[in-house]
């Protein structure tokens, strides 16, 4: 009755039967650990599928959560391999805490996890009795005829996985299940064994033991580098995701849920400042602004954030960011803005790339097709502010390239800091020609005519960064996973853009 596959069976019939009772009625609690007062009371709470050994930490934090917000949070407490196996069958609930992120990686490419947000870390460790009364020094010792050694069930919880794989690569881990008097799906009932003397040694998490007085971890790095990655994935099957992701924002903000993690001796990963409804500062250069717009607005909904954009000339943005302005994130129109601020960002992506192109009056009746007819005699011609954008440097690069700078120029009336002005002014007859973005002249397909510059170094690549200032680097990281997502390449595409990302599968 000790054997895995025993035990696993156990588990996939109290799979079938909890999906059942969710099924049946979603609304009653598997486990409420306190009822927040307030308007909070009357929705519906959240349902959190938590990892066992996760439990001191996540159950201080839900009573401090619900008392500030009012909202409440149940639990289904559980192995994480065996949670993820409810999920698949259930599809109900709104969060998932694993302590592994490789059973996020699992429910994402399942389609039972929209976001992932990264909590803390911890690695596993010989556990034995406080005092270490059989002299437990290395994994060869928990070999020895009169040690009693239990392990962590690895297709139930995160800890057995983690050793499992770590052993098996050094071709001990069948000798260590042969030896098992018994495998258990949760950190919780290899702890209990450890107090109540029924086993001298198993396998837990270092964060684990800390939170029991009566064992201790056997000295030294039984597992070299060897670490588990906690976090917390938003479900699909979430009603309530604004919500659900303010409590995941409050579980791992450094100043809320974050001390208590650490109090119970994990390694803090990088949270979000806390605050109710964060701001965020964005500065895009204006080429972006019909791509992207959209996605902002849909993040700020889903998230519960406002965005504060800032469209502008590149030149005019990274002027302001040198002399002292921190948005949170920077959407460059080319590399070349990028790079001069790139002290200031994390590394950046490129999205996307767009064309220069000559854009003329409909029909082009002066027959502007190329470079080099824009230095013709009589030609009104408005081009972009080297200074300013991003778009005027690369005129100016390529006009003194090809060797055009000159008498190209001298046909210049107008020079502004971004495209669209261009395009306006071109529209309302007082120009000739412009130098724009193929992005530029989508929506005005069918007022105007536009010709491809077909020459080297006539197309700008669009990176985006996040700062390294920035209070909200979680936050910032999903909107940067909004902009790559497929329906953000559709956007992009849709306003003249070409698509660079390639997206990890």
């Known amino acids: 009755m000790s054997s895995p596959r025993v ?114 870390r911890m690695k596993p460790v010989i556990a034995v009795a406080k005092g270490n009364p059989k002299n437990i020094r290395n994994l060869g010792d928990l070999m020895r005829t009169d040690v009693h050694l239990v392990l962590p069930n690895p297709d139930a919880a995160a800890i057995g996985k983690t050793v499992r794989g770590a052993l098996t690569r050094e071709g001990r881990w069948e000798g260590f299940a042969a030896r098992a008097l018994a495998f258990k799906p949760t950190v919780n009932d290899l702890a209990n064994d450890l107090k109540l003397g029924s086993a001298d040694a198993t396998f837990l998490w270092d964060a684990t033991v800390r939170q029991y007085p009566e064992m201790e971890a056997v000295e030294g790095e039984a597992f070299g580098g060897v670490a588990s990655e906690v976090g917390v994935g938003i479900l699909e099957s979430s009603k309530q995701p604004r919500e659900a992701l303010r409590f995941a924002r409050y579980l791992g903000a450094p100043d809320r849920g974050g001390k208590s993690f650490v109090g119970q001796g994990f390694l803090l990963a990088e949270g979000d400042a806390w605050v109710e409804v964060p701001e965020l500062l964005l500065y895009s250069g204006g080429v972006n602004r019909l791509a992207i717009e959209e996605t902002l607005r849909k993040f700020e909904d889903r998230e519960g954030v406002r965005i504060t954009r800032v469209y502008n000339g590149c030149g005019i943005l990274t002027a302001q960011i040198r002399s002292g302005q921190r948005p949170d994130g920077y959407f460059a129109c080319d590399v070349s803005f990028m790079k001069t601020v790139k002290d200031e960002f994390r590394p950046s992506v490129e999205l996307a790339e767009t064309r220069m192109m000559i854009a003329t009056k409909k029909g082009n009746p002066m027959g502007l097709n190329r470079l080099e007819d824009l230095g013709r005699s009589g030609v009104k011609l408005g081009v972009a502010n080297e200074q300013q954008s991003a778009l005027g440097a690369l005129t100016t690069r390529l006009l003194r390239r090809h060797g055009l700078y000159d008498v190209v120029m001298s046909n210049v009336v107008v020079q502004t800091p971004t495209a669209d002005l261009l395009v306006n002014q071109l529209r309302t007859g007082s120009l000739d020609a412009v130098v724009v973005y193929e992005a530029n002249t989508v929506g005005s397909a069918g007022q105007i005519g536009a010709e491809p510059i077909e020459l080297e170094g006539a197309t700008a690549v669009q990176p985006i960064a996040v700062a390294r200032s920035t209070r909200y680097p979680q936050l910032m990281g999903r909107l940067l996973g909004a902009l790559r997502s497929v329906e953000s390449e559709a956007r992009f595409t849709t306003q003249g853009f070409r698509w660079r990302d390639r997206r990890e599968p």
Not at 36 to 62: F, H, Q, T
């Open 7 to 120: 035990i696993t069976l156990g588990s996939l019939i109290g799979v079938v039967l909890l999906a059942l009772m969710l099924r049946w009625n979603a609304d009653v609690p598997v486990k409420s650990v306190s009822r927040g007062g307030g308007d909070g009371a009357k929705a519906e709470p959240l349902l959190l599928y938590c990892a066992a050994g996760l439990k001191p930490v996540v159950e201080s934090v839900i009573r401090e959560y619900e008392a500030a917000s009012g909202h409440r949070v149940q639990v289904q407490y559980g192995g994480s391999g065996t949670l993820l196996s409810n999920l698949k069958v259930a599809r109900v609930g709104d969060l998932f805490l694993a302590a592994d992120d490789s059973y996020l990686d699992i429910a994402r490419s399942n389609r039972l996890v929209v976001e992932v947000i990264p909590l803390a």
